[in-house]
Each structure stands twice: as structure tokens, then as C-alpha cells.
């Protein structure tokens, strides 16, 4: 049973340390990750991570919305502005 215990508190640990490094991540690496992706799942996933992350993300995900000629990640980066 206590082998259990360890096993679950190392589990809940490692999985913590993961999702800090994750949301570590620099803005201006996901910006280029959410600009540069070609798949709407994984656009929304770094979206999400910017706005749940980085609140002062507005101003570069504006200047996205106006330069790129890609309609979804235009769409996309108006409605991470709106979070």
C-alpha cells in the first residue's frame, strides 16, 4: 500500500514540474508556434496557453490578426484579444 502512495505522489509530482515547464515557454516562442501551425487543434492549444499565461499577449496577437493572410489564424488571434 505505501508502494502504491509513492507511486501516485511521484506521478502527481512529475506531472506538476511538467506543466510548469510547459507553461514556461517564452510568448514569443508560442506566438511563432501559433502563427506557424498548420492544424486548428493544436492553434487553439497554444492560444490557450497565451491567454491562460501571458495576459499582456493583446497587443502581439493584434498585430497577427492584421498582418497574416491566413483567415483562421486571423479569427483565432481576434478571439485570444477577447479572453
Do not use: Y
Not at 506538476?16 to 501551425?37: K, T
Not at 493583446?58 to 479572453?83: C, F, P, V, Y
Amino acid at each position: 500500500m505505501a508502494s502504491l502512495r509513492i507511486k501516485a505522489a511521484v506521478l502527481l509530482l512529475s506531472s506538476i514540474a511538467w506543466e510548469c515547464s510547459i507553461s514556461a515557454q517564452s510568448l514569443s516562442a508560442l506566438l511563432s508556434d501559433f502563427v506557424s501551425g498548420n492544424d486548428r487543434t493544436t492553434k487553439e492549444l497554444i492560444l490557450t496557453d497565451i491567454t491562460e499565461h501571458h495576459p499582456e499577449a493583446g497587443a502581439a496577437l493584434l498585430k497577427i490578426a492584421i498582418q497574416t493572410r491566413d483567415t483562421e489564424t486571423r479569427w483565432l488571434a481576434i478571439r485570444g484579444m477577447a479572453r
